[in-house]
């Protein structure tokens, strides 16, 4: 907590009457903050900035075919490309974006090979979105489980390329078709069929990210975007978009990311995330005190916008609407911040959203009630919480098994 400070404290200490301790940080005078740097120039200026070397924020990566945003470290809702999570199925390739080629046939008047030149002279258009990995709910966690690693595949990005449903009048798309497929020209050779919905809304070839040409993990030199939809559809290294009338049947829209339901019948092609929320702070391992603390943390739904976000400070027994931050935008990471003063009793901290549609957050129990036992860990929304110890420790809060 940050000492309180008259106008005779500053004084002095501006003189040097008052030790560098007993000031604010913020307040202290130059030769109490460590090094003086007002005594020679500074760095010059480079080709390519970089962060302070006094920041060391970095992905929760491990190696192997994934990384996680660390949603804790972050502010805003943009977050930075270097930090965005990463999903691949067989590494990620070293695509030539100057042989880059994207073909576009099939049921189409027209079959056409677009360069990455080609893609860049048609009218550009931005969205700014969230991208999420369909698997991104923590199997086995324990209590000491950051917000990263809970549910830090998920990321919000602008994105700019050109709109698919350009592509497709200029390749003279057929009105029967209703699924294209999407494929990758990676190891995997990742595919997905798309209904052609999408593609006629707001599908979007995109070729930068945050102002930048695409990173290598996010699908460069381009990359089909489905704003809203699970990260899988979202085929990276795109070089190749078919039309038909009919889904494709792709491995990974069979052997993967099909829901089991309760009832013995399995949902596939679940592509619309539903609302979902996350207590960014305090969370583990953070360790607080009795007192006002500030809830933060983040919302986001595939449907459309966050309309309301409810926080529980008693286990979920009773719920209070917490403050949104601007901008709240459509399909994108929203910030909320509620404030609570806490009695230094053991209790546990949890958030809901709502979305414009009217969908609630679903309880763990009552998730899976509808997606029974069986269900895999795709396209799991279950509140959770994290639980403040009497001590101010602050753990996620374990669930049981989902097959228990």
């Known amino acids: 907590m940050p000492k309180q400070v008259t106008r005779r404290d500053l004084l002095a200490g501006a003189a040097g009457a008052v030790g560098a301790a007993a000031l604010p940080s ?4 130059a030769n109490a903050q460590g090094r003086d740097t007002t005594g020679a120039p500074g760095a010059p200026a480079s080709g390519r900035g970089g962060r302070s070397p006094f920041e060391t924020v970095e992905r929760n990566a491990r190696g192997g075919l994934a990384s996680r945003t660390p949603l804790q470290d972050l ?72 917000p990263e690693s809970v549910c830090g595949m998920t990321a919000t990005t602008e994105w700019t390329g050109v709109a698919l449903a ?8 057929s009105p029967d078709a209703t699924w294209f497929l ?8 990742m595919t997905r069929s798309v209904p052609m919905e999408k593609a006629w809304d707001d599908a979007l070839i995109a070729y930068a990210q945050n102002g930048e040409a695409l990173r290598p993990a996010q699908g460069y030199p381009a990359r089909l975007l489905l704003p809203g939809w699970e990260g899988n559809s979202n085929v990276k290294w795109l070089r190749r978009i078919e039309l038909a009338d009919r889904p494709f049947m792709t491995r990974e829209e069979t052997s993967k990311y099909t829901d089991p339901l309760a009832d013995g019948t399995a949902r596939q092609f679940s592509f619309v995330f539903d609302a979902r929320s996350i207590i960014t702070a305090p969370a583990y ?17 595939g ?22 931050q601007e901008p709240v935008l459509r399909q994108a990471h929203t910030r909320f911040r509620h404030l609570w003063r806490w009695d230094g009793a053991e209790t546990e901290i949890m958030s809901r959203a709502v979305d414009d549609t009217g969908y609630v957050q679903p309880t763990r129990a009552a998730l899976r009630a509808v997606r029974g036992r069986r269900a895999r860990r795709y396209h799991l929304n279950p509140i959770t919480a994290w639980r403040v110890r009497a001590g101010g420790q602050v753990e996620y809060r374990v669930e049981e098994p989902w097959d228990a």
């Open 166 to 173: 350009t592509l497709l009048r200029e390749v003279g798309a």
């Open 285 to 301: 391992p953070d360790v607080v005190e009795p007192g006002w603390i500030e809830i933060r943390g983040i919302a986001w739904s």
């Open 26 to 29: 913020s307040l202290r005078p």
């Open 75 to 146: 502010h805003g809702t943009i977050t930075p490309s270097d930090l965005h999570f990463e999903r691949h199925h067989a590494g990620i390739p070293a695509v030539d974006p100057e042989s880059y080629q994207l073909l576009v046939h099939g049921m189409v008047e027209r079959p056409m090979v677009f360069a990455l030149g080609d893609l860049k002279r048609f009218p550009a258009t931005s969205r700014i979105c969230f991208l999420e990995c369909s698997g991104n709910y923590p199997a086995n966690a324990g209590p000491e489980t950051t």
């Open 182 to 189: 999407a494929e990758g020209q990676d190891a995997a050779v």
């Open 303 to 324: 449907r459309g916008t966050i309309a309301r976000v409810d926080v529980s400070t008693d286990g979920g027994r009773t719920w209070q609407a917490a403050r949104l």
